[in-house]
């Protein structure tokens, strides 16, 4: 009997996650917005991690940023990572002022460069979960 291979790239969904990934399967990535202080943060977390007010809302990213740094990786034995080989793991900061870990899609790495514009785009990684990535801007 087949086994399917083990996966280490899905999260483990709670109850307090799910918006953010029912959003995420509808083109959206939310993040956490204060209304004590203003501030935005990434993960939301239900108290901001600036003032620790608990009076947080969500709101969805316009999906436009730019690249902080990235590297390409070459070696990862995890499946499915080690089918995907090689790919580029970055840092993006968004407009809205928070920087998030993601990969970047649809370019070869001798194209990026420090501080070029990036939009977002969602890839479904399987039935319940799908992930923010980033390309180039207009492309
Ligand atoms: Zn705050």
């Not at 620790?52 to 969805?60: F, G, K, P, Q, R």
Request: charge should be negative; include cysteine; charged fraction near 20%.
């Amino acid at each position: 009997m087949a086994s399917a291979a083990p996966r280490f790239d899905l999260p483990t969904i709670e109850p307090e996650t799910q918006p953010f990934w029912d959003a995420l399967k509808e083109g959206k990535l939310l993040l956490g917005k204060c209304n004590g202080c203003g501030r935005v943060h990434y993960y939301p977390r239900p108290m901001c991690p600036h003032c620790w007010s608990e009076d947080v809302t969500l709101v969805a990213a316009a999906g436009r940023g730019t690249l902080y740094t990235w590297s390409t990786v070459f070696v990862n034995d995890l499946p499915p990572f080690n089918a995907k080989l090689p790919y580029i793991a970055a840092q993006v900061d968004l407009e809205e002022g928070v920087r998030i870990t993601t990969i970047i899609v649809d370019v070869p790495p001798e194209k990026l460069s420090i501080g070029m514009a990036v939009d977002i785009g969602f890839e479904p990684i399987s039935d319940d979960v799908t992930i923010p990535v980033f390309r180039p801007a207009g492309s």
